[in-house]
């Protein structure tokens, strides 16, 4: 059970994250600080209620959160 919506740019690194880039990769590709990344994979497992950030992305991919 997600506890708040995901924002558009939570979906955005689910979807790097998905396609194997890694938390600092992200932030070059986002051209944004990698502290502000950490910080919302952070609030993503929050969010989905997940153990740590694979298991995010599992439960974003099996409840179809990601299109």
Do not use: F, H, R, W
């Not at 944004?32 to 929050?46: F, G, H, R, T």
């Amino acid at each position: 059970m997600i506890d708040e919506k995901l924002t558009e740019k939570e979906i955005e690194i689910i979807k790097y994250l998905i396609n194997g880039y890694s938390k600092k990769s992200i932030s070059k590709e986002l051209n944004e600080s990698y502290v502000k990344i950490l910080k919302q994979s952070k609030n993503i497992c929050k969010k989905l209620n997940a153990k740590n950030l694979p298991n995010a992305v599992y439960i974003a991919l099996k409840n179809k959160y990601i299109k």
